[in-house]
């Protein structure tokens, strides 16, 4: 699956005078992760906002967002879970595309 | 005729697939950054291409207006007079120079103006606006007028009849089957909401929306008042009108106001009677 893809500010990476495009599976999730609903205004459900869960204490709520959220951009979700010190883990893919 | 904004998406991505260069981005997801700036791009040439609409229309109704002295000319040139402003000489237009809008629009008295062909000349009905409803020109303003369309008229076009006249006077004898659990035999509601009878005002406000010169058919009348609350039939019994000083004539499909307008002039010109009954399934 090819993209055009962002550099580490989430800026268009530009290199030679070109856009840059490739492998893009990882940008997708990072998307998704990070942006509001209503900012992909095509697509204005779209969304999970990970920043907006920061204050829970229960993971729960974030964990079935974002699988739901995954789900209905067409990957297929081995596993989501959050370990003992905090750190996301995620494991999904868009199949064979 | 614009597109929608998913016909021309649909156009850029085929576009998209076919290019050599830009085949590779594959990307299904929702987030991807291609997929994004074919949406951007497919919005705003919808956008553009509606403003291209709009202004065909305008344009297309610019061309019709200015076609010299049709009847519609005759009609927007009445709309064009200023009461107390001097023409340019020789011309058929105003120098508004040193007028404000305000003040321009402020001698611009002639709200609505029809014009009709005759077997001799034409017809030309104006009004203007008193207090949010329509009425007759001033004699004074009338003759005024006159000197003014006399002058930019077209050469030949004898006679120009030009009116403004009081509203035609409308008769109407109504029975209305009502709700009892929604208006009383009065014909007010049961709850207060308003002091007029609704279905009074209902008749009122038909007739002064309807356009000018336009024809009054009661089928049309009945279904407004089909919409008033509480009432179940609304059913015309009689109806008459008559314009100046003849006598009242009785029509039952359709009233073609001669002064371009009719009005209740009287309340007892309206009388209804009203009959309580149960809602029909």
Known sequence: MKDILLNKETDLDIAAGDLVTGSSELQQQELLLINNKGTIKEFPATGIDAYGYLQDNNTTELLYEIRRQFLADGMEVVKIDITGNGQLNIDANYGNS | ?281
């Open chain 2, 1 to 281: 005729m614009a597109r929608t904004i998913n016909e021309i998406q649909e156009d850029i991505i085929r576009q998209v697939k076919a290019s050599h260069t830009l085949a590779p981005l594959n990307s299904t997801s929702k987030t991807a950054v291609w997929r994004m700036w074919t949406y951007i791009v497919a919005v705003s040439t919808w956008a553009l291409e509606n403003l291209f609409d709009q202004h065909k229309v305008e344009i297309n109704t610019l061309i019709n207006e200015k076609a010299p002295h049709s009847l519609r000319w005759y009609a927007n040139k009445a709309k064009e007079f200023q009461y107390g402003s001097e023409l340019l000489k020789d011309e058929d237009y105003y120098d508004n120079t040193g007028l404000t809008t305000e003040q321009v629009q402020e001698r611009k008295i002639i709200a609505y103006s029809a014009v009709t062909e005759q077997s001799k000349g034409l017809r030309l009905k104006v009004a203007r606006v008193v207090n949010g409803d329509l009425n007759a020109l001033l004699p004074v303003q009338l003759a005024a007028f006159r000197e003014y369309m006399s002058r930019i008229k077209d050469a030949g076009v004898n006679p120009l009849h030009i009116e403004s006249k009081e509203p035609d006077s409308l008769k109407l004898t109504l029975h209305v089957y009502f709700n009892p659990l929604v208006l009383n035999a009065n014909g007010y509601r049961l709850d207060g909401t308003s002091r007029e009878q609704p279905v009074r005002t209902q008749v009122k406000e038909y007739l002064k929306n309807q356009p000018f010169n336009g024809t009054l058919v009661l089928a049309y009348l009945i279904d407004a008042l089909q919409q008033v609350d509480g009432v179940v039939i609304p059913h015309i019994t009689q109806a008459q009108a008559r314009y100046g000083d003849l006598p009242y004539t009785p029509f039952d499909v359709k009233y073609n106001p001669d002064a371009g307008y009719l009005r209740i002039i009287d309340e007892d010109d309206l009388q209804i009677f009203y009959l309580p009954q149960s809602v029909i399934k």
